[in-house]
């Protein structure tokens, strides 16, 4: 190996400021005298005193407002039910057992079935469920319990 031969290094390592007397960067550490820069980091939303961007932009208002914190329930598609036994009763703890949802997500987010796929069983099914996948569930001899809630 010799001087000549050796790969040229181009890249430059950040500079370390605030490190002490032995960095060559004493007293200011290389920010200059005064002023915001020299100052410790400012929020990275600050905008030059202007009015931040949040502050400029108008408040939600009405029902939905809060729609984006609102938890969709885990979607299951017909096709996927083929796994289940003939006559079985579709229900989350079914779903659970059969290691189709997950136990956790399915109890704080709920369950609906939608009508993507053929179905060749007929099931009892106990959970939200859409028209087509409705109509594709009776059309294979099954039937669609709904809960109907009473006070």
């Given at each position: 190996m010799?001087?000549?031969?050796?790969?040229?290094i181009?890249?430059?390592?950040k500079?370390?400021l605030g490190q002490?007397?032995?960095?060559?960067r004493?007293?200011?550490?290389?920010?200059?005298t005064?002023?915001?820069?020299?100052?410790s980091s400012?929020?990275?939303?600050?905008?030059?005193?202007a009015?931040?961007?949040?502050?400029?932009l108008p408040?939600?208002?009405?029902?939905?407002?809060?729609?984006i914190?609102?938890?969709?329930?885990?979607?299951?598609?017909i096709?996927?039910?083929e796994?289940?036994k003939?006559?079985?009763i579709v229900?989350?703890k079914?779903?659970?057992?059969?290691?189709?949802?997950?136990?956790?997500?399915?109890?704080?987010?709920?369950?609906?079935?939608?009508?993507d796929?053929q179905?060749?069983k007929?099931?009892?099914i106990k959970l939200?469920?859409?028209?087509?996948?409705e109509?594709?569930?009776i059309?294979a001899?099954?039937r669609?319990?709904?809960?109907?809630?009473?006070k």
């Amino acid at each position: 190996m010799q001087l000549n031969n050796l790969v040229s290094i181009k890249t430059k390592s950040k500079r370390r400021l605030g490190q002490g007397h032995g960095s060559g960067r004493v007293k200011t550490s290389g920010r200059g005298t005064k002023g915001q820069n020299a100052r410790s980091s400012r929020a990275l939303s600050f905008e030059g005193g202007a009015l931040p961007l949040i502050k400029r932009l108008p408040f939600r208002r009405g029902k939905d407002r809060n729609k984006i914190f609102k938890n969709k329930p885990i979607v299951i598609n017909i096709k996927v039910l083929e796994l289940l036994k003939e006559g079985s009763i579709v229900d989350l703890k079914t779903l659970i057992s059969n290691h189709i949802v997950e136990e956790e997500e399915a109890k704080e987010y709920g369950v609906k079935i939608l009508g993507d796929g053929q179905i060749k069983k007929s099931l009892v099914i106990k959970l939200p469920i859409s028209k087509k996948a409705e109509q594709k569930i009776i059309k294979a001899g099954g039937r669609v319990e709904r809960e109907t809630v009473t006070k």
